[in-house]
């Protein structure tokens, strides 16, 4: 009677940590992870432990969405602050005596190399959010203006070291929370036109502008050459092209139904650069085909949905903005990484979530994942 006296007791305690967990949220991360051990498995059959690199930032990703998922939002409001501060003092770190590789300075020694634009990710929405929800219900034009600022104060540093793709990603991340609390269209309008239109220019002009001896203001080289290879990946095939076009080839041999698990000759026969990391899209869809990349977007549209959805039944101004903000940071992750690997955005270096290699992303997703988690048991506490 005592024992399972015992085993009741233990089980109470236990059980709060997973009451509130999301179950579709859960499932649809399930889902991307499971196509995301298949494709590495076949696509990092040359790349040593890779397949068994990739399982383990999956679990420590598990790990770390648990424990930020038993964190009160209100916890998290607490480390907004903080979090963004650290955040930017170490980016300023990283202007002044940062790591360079590959002519890009972005990582800090600190007994580990981190990358401190990653934090960004997080504590950008954080920052926001807080901001807003200090003065809900009396915004102002002045309240929208500091928030552009503190937003630009990281983005400038991570365009600097430079980092395109963290960059648009801390960007995405702020830009939803500003636009979730409400600015005012008359201020979102005239900016979408205007690059509405510098596309059309570029897309009208792009010979002239990419012709030889052209440079660009603003932009560096390496950034110029990315945007007129969208525009044309056969002014060189073999050189700044070459991922684009192999990208694009394995897509379309795919064909609706795929080469099959493993079958992929794009990717076995190591015709797709960065093919576990940038470009793992590519092959997944040379063996997967059409259906699978549908059932794949059908996953990331789910998974985003669900944010959104958590996001409009939060209790708080802060969990809302929050919950929106993350969701559409991996909407950003999956859109902008398909759509260079696709042809149509430029290569700026973003993973697919959950099914590229990398350890400090995958924290990063847990890390937003785990606040979903938080803000849905959160709501579920408020209504029980």
């Excluded at 399930?30 to 059959?45: K, V």
């Excluded at 399982?55 to 009160?72: D, E, S, T």
């Excluded at 030889?212 to 525009?231: A, F, K």
């Excluded at 040379?286 to 990349?293: I, R, S, V």
Aim: net charge positive; aromatic share 12%.
């Amino acid at each position: 009677m005592v024992q399972k006296f015992g085993k009741i007791k233990m089980g109470q305690r236990i059980a709060p940590w997973f009451v509130g967990f999301d179950g579709p949220l859960a499932f649809a991360v399930f889902l991307l992870a499971c196509a995301g051990l298949l494709t590495m498995y076949s696509s990092g059959f040359d790349h040593g432990t890779r397949f068994a690199d990739h399982g383990r930032n999956m679990l420590i990703a598990g790990a770390i969405m648990f424990v930020v998922a038993q964190i009160p939002p209100q916890r998290l409001m607490a480390l907004a602050v903080p979090l963004y501060v650290l955040g930017v003092s170490l980016l300023i770190a990283v202007a002044i005596f940062g790591l360079t590789k590959k002519g890009a300075r972005r990582w800090l020694n600190l007994g580990v190399t981190i990358q401190p634009s990653e934090i960004l990710k997080i504590a950008m929405p954080l920052m926001l959010a807080w901001w807003f929800q200090k003065r809900e219900g009396q915004l102002r034009p002045l309240d929208f203006t500091v928030a552009v600022v503190l937003l630009a104060i990281p983005i400038g540093l991570i365009v600097r070291q430079p980092d395109l793709g963290t960059a648009i990603l801390v960007m995405v991340a702020g830009l939803s929370v500003i636009f979730f609390a409400g600015l005012p269209w008359k201020w979102i309008v005239p900016p979408l036109l205007l690059v509405v239109l510098g596309m059309l220019l570029l897309v009208v002009f792009g010979p002239v502008l990419c012709a030889e001896g052209v440079r660009w203001p603003v932009l560096h080289d390496y950034q110029q050459q990315r945007i007129c290879t969208l525009l044309d990946p056969s002014r060189d095939p073999l050189g700044k092209g070459f991922h684009i076009i192999q990208g694009m080839i394995a897509i379309g041999s795919g064909g609706f139904w795929g080469k099959g698990f493993m079958q992929g000759t794009q990717t076995h026969l190591e015709f797709i650069p960065e093919r576990t990391t940038d470009f793992i899209f590519a092959a997944f869809s040379e063996e997967f085909g059409l259906f699978g990349n549908l059932l794949l977007i059908a996953s990331f549209v789910f998974l985003v949905l669900r944010a959104l959805t958590i996001a409009m039944e939060a209790p708080t101004l802060f969990s809302r903005l929050l919950a929106g903000a993350v969701g559409m940071i991996f909407f950003s992750y999956a859109f902008v990484n398909m759509g260079m690997v696709s042809g149509i955005l430029p290569v700026v270096g973003v993973p697919l979530p959950f099914i590229s290699y990398g350890g400090t992303a995958m924290v990063t997703l847990g890390m937003g994942l785990g606040i979903l988690m938080s803000i849905a048991k959160s709501k579920r506490l408020v209504q029980s």
